[in-house]
């Protein structure tokens, strides 16, 4: 799934380029909200991150969001003051259906959000039978999947609800905001996180970040 991007104009041709003018959350006082309603901020002023979610919202899939990347990278963009965004290997939408939890029809998806567009790629995931892959019981809903997910900043997603943008982000973004790049608690694998830690540069291309590698 899939950081912010300077490529708005390469979207699927499905995101009809609408004018930004999204209402935001209202946030109470508490520490978690003001970094969902900052977070928020960021995406609504991103013209790419928009257009994505208003692709992703004319599908009407249930539970959806677009997580992992889409939201962490935009917040590391911001923190390390970078003109230009970092772009998206790919899109990663996820949703929770159980009626339609066959690969060929996230696949469907992917071919309708892909049409005619360049980099970067959609990928759908149906979070109604990712579990299997993972060795899990089977997740109630997209929130739970996305709470197994490697690194705490990555368990993050955002959607459209009734005209809001909408946070999800079930271990919170204090690190996301503080650039911590930590292993979830809930996965166990320290050598797959550190390996996935390498491979995508992120201390490289953000290099504020900080690694905790307990």
């Given at each position: ?6 490529s ?6 499905a ?6 003018t ?6 109470g ?23 994505c ?10 539970d959806w ?12 963009d911001?923190?390390h003051?970078?003109?230009?965004a970092?772009?998206l290997n790919?899109?990663d ?5 159980r009626q ?6 996230d ?8 049409h005619?567009?360049?980099?970067p ?6 979070q ?13 809903n ?15 997603g ?19 905001w ?36 307990e």
């Amino acid at each position: 799934m899939k950081g912010g991007d300077n490529s708005g104009d390469n979207l699927v041709t499905a995101a009809a380029k609408k004018p930004v003018t999204m209402t935001l959350p209202e946030c109470g006082a508490s520490a978690h909200n003001r970094l969902c309603d900052m977070t928020a901020r960021l995406i609504a002023n991103s013209d790419f991150h928009m257009q994505c979610l208003y692709a992703a919202d004319k599908l009407g899939l249930h539970d959806w969001m677009i997580g992992t990347g889409f939201v962490r990278n935009l917040i590391w963009d911001h923190t390390h003051g970078k003109a230009s965004a970092t772009s998206l290997n790919d899109i990663d939408l996820i949703y929770f259906d159980r009626q339609h939890a066959d690969k060929p029809h996230d696949m469907m998806l992917e071919k309708q959000l892909n049409h005619g567009a360049a980099n970067p790629v959609w990928e759908v995931r149906n979070q109604a039978r990712m579990h299997l892959k993972k060795g899990h019981q089977p997740y109630q809903n997209s929130t739970q999947a996305i709470s197994y997910w490697v690194e705490t900043a990555t368990c993050v997603g955002v959607r459209l609800e009734q005209g809001m943008i909408k946070i999800i982000a079930p271990l919170g973004l204090a690190n996301n905001w503080a650039g911590i790049v930590r292993r979830n608690p809930a996965f166990s694998d320290s050598a797959v996180f550190l390996q996935r830690v390498a491979q995508k540069q992120w201390l490289s291309t953000w290099p504020q970040l900080r690694l905790d590698k307990e």
